[in-house]
């Protein structure tokens, strides 16, 4: 097929300069990749074969029976469902720009990275938002606050929160915190000794 006026142009130096943004992404602060990473799907939206905890977990008699027989294990499958959502930004490029600022620097280059730092901004706040709300997560307290550094036990509270989400079937992997409640455990006697 022969190209037209209107055939994209392939640049893999701008392709490689969003990548770099997004590896770099954790070292600018955003870290809702690494919370949430996401994970390829064939399809838009479908749904998916989900086998229940009850299946999962109940105990069955495995012993070999007489002539070398087994019992037989049957599970129901129910389904799960996804859907996905495409998100992106452009930013028009013309000639006129491109004469004007190409002796101070790279303008293409630089606005693929703002349009990628902004595309980033943008999934950190989707994902906090499904993060921190109430419905999907729930906060526990701490049976005495941080700050109280003499006596406060994060160990103890990060483990009953630890606990409470075991309950419901998802054991989490990581504690989110920001950077100043990070430093004040740093000189929480607990976390000291």
Avoid at 65 to 82: I, K, M, Q, V, W
Avoid at 100 to 105: A, G, I, P
């Amino acid at each position: 097929m022969r190209p037209t006026s209107d055939t994209t142009v392939q640049r893999p130096d701008l392709g490689q300069a969003v990548w770099e943004v997004m590896t770099e992404a954790p070292t600018m602060g955003f870290v809702g990749m690494q919370i949430m990473p996401f994970f390829p799907v064939a399809k838009n939206a479908a749904e998916y074969p989900v086998i229940p905890k009850e299946s999962l977990f109940n105990l069955l008699d495995t012993a070999r029976g007489p002539l070398g027989h087994y019992n037989r294990s049957d599970g129901e499958f129910e389904s799960g469902f996804y859907r996905t959502s495409e998100n992106g930004l452009e930013r028009r490029v013309d000639d006129r720009y491109l004469a004007l600022y190409s002796s101070l620097f790279d303008y293409e280059m630089t606005i693929s990275k703002i349009l990628m730092n902004d595309i980033l901004r943008a999934q950190e706040y989707r994902i906090a938002q499904k993060i921190f709300n109430t419905t999907n997560f729930t906060a526990h307290n701490a049976g005495v606050a941080w700050t109280t550094l003499a006596s406060a036990n994060p160990k103890s509270d990060v483990n009953t929160g630890k606990a409470a989400m075991r309950t419901l079937g998802v054991v989490p992997n990581c504690l989110i915190i920001p950077y100043a409640v990070f430093q004040t455990l740093q000189s929480v006697a607990d976390i000291k000794t």
